[in-house]
Each structure stands twice: as structure tokens, then as C-alpha cells.
């Protein structure tokens, strides 16, 4: 099972929708949307605010209604319907993250296993998409505040990406930096 959070303020990218705002040619969610529609996933998802029911082929979309408390609470709605389906791992993923690679994704789901936390390492900073196995959903379920699960990554195993392919677009001008 897929989630891709997308239910953030965006208050550092100013008025304007930045999971819809075009990056190279396509809105920026739909780069990370359509890598992870290459894998069979079960149920591939979106976890979306209430102001902001974007649409995605291929993705059923989720609500957060209490996405003003934080990421934490995308992480947690993410995790109850990966509890509730049975999967035995949840990979999460960013919208604002369009450039990670195919083989990088391959790479966390193939590491992933019930009892796990799989997350990507840049530098030595453990951080997202990151795999989570069952055995860790009513931990994230129980999450609150701005700072997603980043807690329960400092135990996970990681794998390495490039830093370069990281990037995570929260501004106007990381936007028009990274259209270069």
C-alpha cells in the first residue's frame, strides 16, 4: 500500500497551491503519483486537506480533515487505512518530492517487511518516503504535531539516495530554481 501526503498548509509557498503548480510541464504531485503507479500496490492513495481535493488518476483520495494539527496527522489518517486494509507495510511519499527515482522506491519496498522501518538516507539524515511495516501503524496512528514520524526514524534502516534527488519543494523560488 502507497500514500502519498499532500494535506500540508504550504504556508512557506505563499497563496498559490503548490502540489498543483506546474513543475516541469505537470503538477508537482503527479511526478511522485505517476513513479509510484509504475508498482502493483493493492491501494495507492493521496491524503488531502479538506481546501485542496486534488485528483489523481490511479490514487483513491483520502481526507485529513484535522491537517491543521501537522503532518503527524496525515501520517496517522495514512496508517488507520493501511491498518484497515491488512497490508503488511505502508510506504509513505511526499507530493512536494517530485524528482525521487523509480529504483529508489523499488529499493525501500523491496526492504520492507512487517517489523520494519525502511527510510531514505541523505547524508546521515534518516527521512521520507520511508516503509513502514505493520508491526509500527498504531505508533504512527497515535502521532501528533508538525513533525510526521520523524521519532520513529531514528531507529529505521536506511537506504541511501541522492541528495540532489531529495529535494523538497516548499517555496516559490525552490520551484523556479529547480525548473532549470
Not at 500514500?3 to 511522485?32: C, E, N, W, Y
Not at 510526521?148 to 523556479?176: N, R, V
Request: hydrophobic share 45%; glycine share 6%; net charge negative.
Amino acid at each position: 500500500m502507497v500514500a502519498v501526503l499532500a494535506a500540508g498548509q504550504s504556508r512557506r509557498f505563499g497563496k498559490a497551491d503548490k502540489l498543483t503548480a506546474k513543475f516541469r510541464g505537470k503538477p508537482m504531485i503527479a511526478h511522485a503519483c505517476d513513479t509510484l503507479r509504475t508498482f502493483p500496490f493493492l491501494r495507492r492513495f493521496t491524503v488531502l486537506s479538506p481546501d485542496n481535493l486534488i485528483e489523481v488518476e490511479g490514487f483513491e483520495s483520502v481526507l485529513n480533515a484535522s491537517c491543521h494539527n501537522g503532518l503527524s496527522t496525515s501520517v496517522a489518517v495514512a496508517a488507520g487505512r493501511a491498518q484497515e486494509s491488512g497490508a503488511a507495510a505502508l510506504l509513505i511519499a511526499l507530493g512536494d518530492m517530485p524528482l525521487v527515482p523509480q529504483s529508489h522506491f523499488a529499493a525501500l519496498i523491496e526492504h520492507a517487511a512487517i517489523n520494519k522501518i525502511i527510510a531514505t538516507r541523505s547524508d546521515q539524515t534518516a527521512l521520507p518516503p520511508v516503509a513502514f511495516g505493520r508491526n509500527h501503524f498504531s505508533q504512527l496512528m497515535q502521532l501528533l504535531g508538525d513533525d510526521g514520524a520523524h521519532a520513529l526514524l531514528a531507529g529505521a534502516h536506511t537506504i541511501a539516495c541522492d541528495p540532489d534527488l531529495l529535494i523538497d519543494i516548499d517555496t516559490p523560488q525552490t520551484l523556479a530554481q529547480m525548473q532549470m
